[in-house]
């Protein structure tokens, strides 16, 4: 996911100023935001909330009315972060500017470096479903692929490494909620030291070789969890 | 209105003076994270009272033998306690259905027996609790200690008598509603008909004869077509209190819709559509969440009904759709706190909310163990406190007070000391007598008027 060291590295000043820069945003009482509403979200509200993204994805059964909230605000968030390059026009605390810049920048790099590590894994995936057409996989291969299967949807959330991460990733996210998938070993662990929420998630898979076992039986998961989508229905 | 809790008066009615009743559950008792003592009233008589804890349910009863003395309207002792569910596995997903209860719901009595129903994520079972305290004996055909008497030794016929035996209280599953949701069950409510009642689901709701268990019809399904497009989920849902084919269901988008079963199978088209308008003044990325619906509770009169969501708690005349009538600032002072909110997760926090039997007056919890109470009438409300601190018998609650910034008063707490991990979330009011009780962590506090 994130990469680790530049994470943990920023994580307590990352979060300080979350709570700083963000608070000072929903502070009613400063001119600034009492006129116009805050336009434009820190990066580290963005990484926070994807953390609980993915925290939530993670669990076995996850809590749609959390996930749904989460995902709407990362909407939100996202929305007001396009178009990424400038920073926020609205003038803000003179100590914030500076160390808000850095932030943007090492996060997305640090960003980018995980991503493309995940994409790899997302190929190994891709490549099973391609089986009777292997593709070439050079690069951050996004959505142009082919023939991803839905329920790959919620990996689209980090799409193209391009600057903005959630397109319109966050599409792909809603397939009815196949577990099988948060099973799957090819989801990369949490950056330790990082807590989304009360409950620390467990993080210590390791990535996995994929052998040929394996893969047949990701496979079967894969086509297999098609079929089970429809709901028991008494009465309906 | 003041959002951090009112000055010295109290609140409910003609200067209530809540004072301290009982305390039950162990003081040291470890809570396991999640559990966390809920309970509910029976709305039917408020001798009856559930509270449960995990999996496990305790009901409390009114003892009789206390009734009537001064001061006292009778202890809450409890009852009977059981197991309502076991952990499940669903074979089809490969995964644990956990057995902790999400709501309990009472149904009206109508003989000696009591009945209630109890839900976790995904079945709900009818339980009912009946007492015996009369014992046949004199069989004819079986000794005393259950041995079958051969019939040829019989040689006189006697009737059995019925003797008394100590007071025994039984819990038993008389129905159990399964298979019927795919997603995490979060509302029952029986409606008024005592025959029927739905189960809400984050995106269905079907409903249920009382009778049956095989089969249940489904009335309203906000499922789309691709869950790509997902963006709102039921949050509760619950049956008009008299007329048996209206109920509404609350959203995670802060709406509120009112359904009419007699105009179409499938209710997916609402009567009455209730959604407040944002103030564009107030708006925060976290908007959404902070209007997400947490409770909603129709009033005895069925006129009005209530909606909790993070910070406030709104009340809502049925034949006013555009915006509540009143609205009630639960703790406004963590506005400018939502992003750490955010961070730790409270601000998902579900609260719930009550009327009282009159109508009159409302109450709903907060952290730091404060609940609060908001007089309809007099427009006057009240910070109080569950604590142990504060439980000496017939001691009178003090009204807390929050500090919000500049200078912090003597007896008042800053914002930053309150303790978010002590929340309450469930409160009840007795539907008749001014009798509360309030659940903090694994904690049930009860609290009486004293001078009424």
């Not at chain 1, 509403?37 to 939530?56: E, I, N, T, W």
């Not at chain 1, 070439?136 to 692929?145: K, L, N, Q, V, Y």
């Not at chain 1, 990996?155 to 948060?182: H, K, R, V």
Request: with cysteine.
């Amino acid at each position: 996911m994130l990469s680790k060291g530049l994470k943990r590295k920023r994580e307590e000043e990352e979060k300080e100023e979350a709570l700083s820069v963000d608070s000072w945003w929903l502070d009613q009482s400063h001119p600034a935001v009492a006129q116009t509403p805050p336009a434009v979200a820190s990066s580290s509200l963005f990484d926070l909330s994807v953390l609980k993204l993915h925290h939530s994805l993670r669990q076995s059964e996850p809590d749609l009315r959390h996930l749904v909230l989460v995902v709407n605000t990362l909407r939100r968030i996202q929305a007001s972060m396009e178009p990424t390059a400038p920073l926020p026009p609205v003038p803000m605390p003179p100590t914030a500017p500076s160390v808000a810049d850095s932030l943007l920048a090492s996060s997305d790099a640090g960003l980018s470096a995980s991503m493309a590590s995940l994409l790899e894994d997302l190929n190994h995936i891709e490549d099973l479903n391609q089986v009777p057409q292997p593709q070439a996989d050079e690069g951050p291969p996004g959505r142009s692929i082919g023939g991803v299967p839905p329920n790959l949807g919620a990996l689209d959330l980090l799409g193209p490494a391009t600057g903005c991460l959630l397109d319109d990733g966050l599409e792909g996210l809603f397939e009815d909620i196949d577990t099988s998938m948060y099973d799957s070993e090819l989801w990369l662990p949490a950056s330790e030291g990082l807590k989304p929420g009360p409950e620390n998630g467990p993080a210590k898979e390791e990535t996995p070789e994929l052998d040929e076992a394996e893969l047949d039986y990701l496979m079967d998961v894969l086509v297999g969890t098609q079929a089970l989508e429809r709901p028991p229905g008494p009465g309906r | 209105m003041a959002g951090a809790g009112g000055g010295g008066c109290p609140a409910g009615g003609n200067d209530f003076q809540w004072c301290f009743s009982q305390v039950k559950g162990a003081v040291d008792e470890d809570v396991a994270e999640g559990e966390v003592l809920s309970l509910v009233p029976s709305k039917y008589n408020g001798d009856q009272m559930t509270g449960w804890y995990g999996h496990r349910i305790t009901v409390y009863h009114v003892s009789l033998q206390n009734k009537g003395r001064a001061h006292s309207r009778g202890e809450y002792n409890v009852y009977s306690t059981f197991q309502s569910h076991e952990p499940e596995f669903d074979y089809l997903k490969s995964l644990e259905i956990e057995e902790k209860i999400n709501k309990i719901r009472w149904l009206p009595q109508q003989n000696a027996a009591h009945f209630l129903l109890s839900t976790n994520d995904k079945t709900i079972k009818l339980w009912k609790i009946s007492e015996r305290d009369k014992r046949a004996e004199g069989y004819n055909l079986k000794d005393e200690d259950g041995r079958l008497r051969d019939p040829f030794r019989i040689t006189a016929l006697r009737v059995p008598i019925l003797k008394p035996m100590d007071l025994m209280v039984e819990a038993s599953p008389r129905r159990i509603f399964a298979n019927a949701h795919t997603y995490h069950i979060n509302s029952i409510s029986v409606n008024s008909d005592h025959e029927t009642y739905l189960s809400a689901d984050d995106l269905r709701i079907n409903l249920w004869h009382l009778e049956i268990t095989n089969r249940s019809f489904n009335i309203v399904d906000i499922k789309p077509a691709n869950m790509e497009e997902l963006t709102e989920v039921i949050t509760a849902a619950e049956f008009h209190p008299h007329q048996c084919n209206v109920f509404v269901y609350s959203s995670s988008k802060g709406t509120i819709r009112l359904c009419d079963m007699r105009s179409s199978a499938l209710c997916d088209r609402h009567a009455k559509f209730f959604e407040e308008p944002e103030d564009p003044s107030s708006r925060s990325f976290f908007s959404e969440i902070i209007s997400s619906i947490s409770d909603v509770k129709f009033s005895h009169s069925g006129r009005y009904m209530m909606t909790r969501d993070y910070l406030s708690v709104k009340v809502w005349d049925l034949n006013m759709e555009g915006r509540p009538v009143e609205t009630h600032q639960v703790h406004e002072y963590l506005r400018s706190k939502l992003c750490s909110l955010y961070e730790n997760d409270c601000i998902f926090d579900k609260f719930e909310c009550c009327w009282n039997g009159s109508d009159s007056a409302i109450m709903t919890g907060s952290y730091n163990n404060f609940f609060r109470m908001f007089d309809r009438n007099t427009r006057r409300d009240v910070t109080l406190e569950a604590s142990r601190e504060n439980s000496k018998p017939r001691a009178s609650l003090k009204p807390r007070k929050v500090c919000t910034g500049g200078k912090r008063k003597k007896d008042e707490i800053s914002v930053d000391s309150l303790d978010f991990n002590k929340k309450i979330l469930h409160t009840a009011w007795h539907p008749m007598e001014s009798i509360i009780a309030v659940a903090a962590t694994n904690n049930l506090y009860i609290f009486q008027d004293k001078i009424n």
